[in-house]
């Protein structure tokens, strides 16, 4: 199933309101010239979800990590896994490290990510994060238990990702996610 992504947020409402601020004119210039009115401080643009996009995006790391360091041996009975990953994503992942550990494969590196949060719903008091990733798996190769390359396998290159994540018991959980193959991002 696709999940289409999208920016949103109260960022524009916050853009909309500093390009208000900036339009007012000095009262003693009367030219026209766009001036700080004295003893305010510098606006600076802040972004009031900085800290849910931080902690959804370190979930969605914890999540990597995790499976990398369960692939390092195949264990796909890591309990760690369940620390970030839940549902439909935790299967995905133990399901993909049985199946390593059935073939006597191994998984060595690590993957690149650039992960970004693109929407946090309800706006306030966020329940549910999607991200959209761009995984480049070319570190992150399949390896017999012996340690030598497997033959075959899926092409390395960068992945499309996107993951939805939701809020439980006050922590964030990655539930699903779609990694498309090489060459989509």
């Given amino acids: 199933m696709r999940r ?3 920016l949103s947020g109260p960022l524009a409402t916050w853009i909309a309101t500093l390009g208000t601020l900036a339009a ?3 009262a003693t210039g ?3 010239a766009t001036s ?10 802040v ?3 900085a800290s849910v996009k931080q902690a959804v995006l370190t979930a969605y790391r914890g ?3 995790e499976f990398v360091s369960a692939a390092r041996t195949a264990d796909w009975n890591a309990s760690e896994l369940g620390e970030y990953a839940t549902g439909d994503a935790l299967i995905v992942l133990r399901h993909g490290l049985w199946l390593a550990h059935e073939k006597e494969q191994i998984v060595k590196g690590e993957p690149i990510l650039r992960p970004e949060v693109t929407s946090l719903t309800p706006v306030t008091e966020p329940a549910k994060a999607q991200v959209a990733d761009c995984v480049d798996d070319t ?3 399949v390896h017999t238990r012996s340690g030598k390359r497997a033959d075959g396998g899926a092409a390395t290159g960068r992945h499309r990702t996107t993951a939805d994540l939701a809020l439980r018991k006050g922590s964030w959980y990655v539930t699903t996610f779609v990694l498309r193959e090489a060459g989509t991002c």
Avoid: E, I, N, V
């Fill in 63 to 65: 999540m990597w990590q």
């Fill in 30 to 32: 009367g030219t026209g």
């Fill in 4 to 6: 289409r992504c999208a």
């Fill in 139 to 141: 570190g992150f190769l």
């Fill in 24 to 26: 007012c004119t000095s």
């Fill in 36 to 45: 700080k009115p004295a003893g305010l401080p510098a606006t600076t643009l």
């Fill in 47 to 49: 972004d009031p979800q």
